[in-house]
């Protein structure tokens, strides 16, 4: 948009700039709670801490 002619205004010029920040609340907690899931999914599925695949006492 352009200016109008000086002759036609009065008064100054303002410009306004407005930053909002928000939090969704909602999707901290859902996030939190995954990665809780997450991790009790990995203790459970791996409790004894070892690779099965490059377990050799069982080759003979």
């Known amino acids: 948009m352009q200016d109008p002619e ?8 303002q410009v306004v700039h407005r930053v909002e920040h ?11 709670g995954l990665l809780a899931v997450a991790f009790v999914l990995y ?6 801490g070892e690779d099965d695949e490059n377990d050799m006492s069982s080759v003979t």
């Open 43 to 48: 203790k459970l599925l791996d409790l004894d």
């Open 6 to 13: 000086p002759e036609n205004i009065t008064g100054t010029k």
């Open 22 to 32: 928000n939090i969704h609340w909602g999707y901290v907690a859902g996030g939190v």
